[in-house]
């Protein structure tokens, strides 16, 4: 029994008020909690802009290629996020053990290294195929909606800040530690300990499915379900979510790495190879020794899924919606 929780698998509030729901109900009302604050905070911001634009007579062009602007777009989301685990944290007196921030056996940072590997170089086919299967209804990634430019030249100009000087710093802590910190907190931490009686597969397929469509990118679905089934499953097996924040955090520094010194274009033919096969053999590697040897966290279905389920529906449905509108966005 979870510290904050009651008797009878509450938390300690109100009688039936919001406080005293079963911890797999404050799961899911984390999840819609981030996701409503996250569009909140949006709204805030495009309503902030337009202002600006109108004040000034300034154009959304050219704000997009300004720093600031591109530092605001990384950081306000994780400012959402940090004020909702903030508040998980004070209301039921839990304290960051309690939901993932624990010590673990130094084999799972060992293993963490060759399946962040895997995951961020083996899986570029699984990606580009999904995305060429959008492409066959009509949909163009927005990276490459502008023909003058590469998808790297697009990111550089209207999403990555500047990386020259310190400012590889600025974007390394907005764009690889901030993100790893707060979206593993809120996944591998608050909604898995409160959704892992599910069982381990379950737990594991739920954790992707929400991943995926919470960042609400049509042409990285199927990348960022594996990886949210990834980083479920070596949260289980560690009982600890540090080892999930570091793989997220390597799989954000290198690609941010990449568009500083943009060293993966000049791997020539076979070391692409290569490196492909020994990314795919970590990686299949690595989940076989998880699932099928290190069994010891391996949990049966022992509770229902509807809770949470019920109180995640609003956050599921906005991604959703957020989801279809950003693929409709990018058609024809």
Not at 56 to 74: A, T
Not at 139 to 164: K, N, W
Not at 259 to 286: Q, T
Not at 302 to 322: Q, S, T, W, Y
Request: glycine letters at 8%; one cysteine or more; charged letters at 15%.
């Amino acid at each position: 029994m979870n510290e904050f929780e009651n008797k009878n698998g509450g938390v300690s509030g109100p009688k039936n008020g919001l406080l005293n729901k079963p911890r797999k109900a404050i799961s899911g009302f984390v999840y819609s909690a981030a996701v409503i604050a996250a569009l909140v905070v949006s709204l805030i911001y495009s309503l902030a802009l337009t202002a600006a634009m109108k004040s000034s007579g300034s154009s959304l062009d050219g704000f997009r290629s300004q720093d600031w602007y591109k530092y605001l777009n990384f950081l306000l989301p994780q400012v959402a996020y940090i004020a909702v685990i903030s508040l998980f944290s004070f209301f039921y007196k839990a304290a960051p053990r309690s939901y993932g921030y624990r010590k673990t056996s130094v084999k799972y940072w060992l293993i963490a290294l060759p399946l962040a590997f895997g995951l961020l170089f083996s899986l570029n086919w699984v990606n580009n195929l999904f995305v060429e299967l959008l492409s066959k209804i009509g949909y163009t990634d927005p990276s490459l909606s502008d023909p003058s430019l590469t998808s790297r030249e697009y990111a550089l100009l209207y999403q990555i800040p500047s990386l020259a000087g310190g400012g590889f710093v600025g974007a390394l802590f907005v764009i690889a530690l901030l993100p790893a910190v707060c979206e593993e907190t809120i996944f591998r931490g608050v909604i898995l300990d409160g959704i892992k009686d599910i069982g381990t597969v379950a737990a594991c397929l739920l954790g992707g499915l929400l991943f995926s469509i919470f960042h609400q990118n049509p042409a990285q679905t199927v990348y960022q379900f594996i990886c949210g089934a990834v980083f479920t499953l070596i949260a289980l097996r560690a009982d600890s979510i540090l080892p999930a924040v570091f793989m997220h955090f390597i799989n954000n520094a290198v690609i941010l790495f990449d568009y500083k010194f943009d060293f993966l274009s000049k791997i020539s033919s076979a070391g692409s190879i290569a490196m492909y096969v020994v990314s795919g053999v970590c990686l299949v590697g690595s989940l076989v020794y998880l699932i099928f040897f290190d069994k010891k966290t391996n949990r049966k279905k022992e509770g229902a899924i509807k809770p949470f389920m019920l109180a995640a529906l609003a956050g599921v449905i906005l991604c959703g919606i957020m989801w279809i509108s950003v693929l409709v966005d990018n058609m024809g």
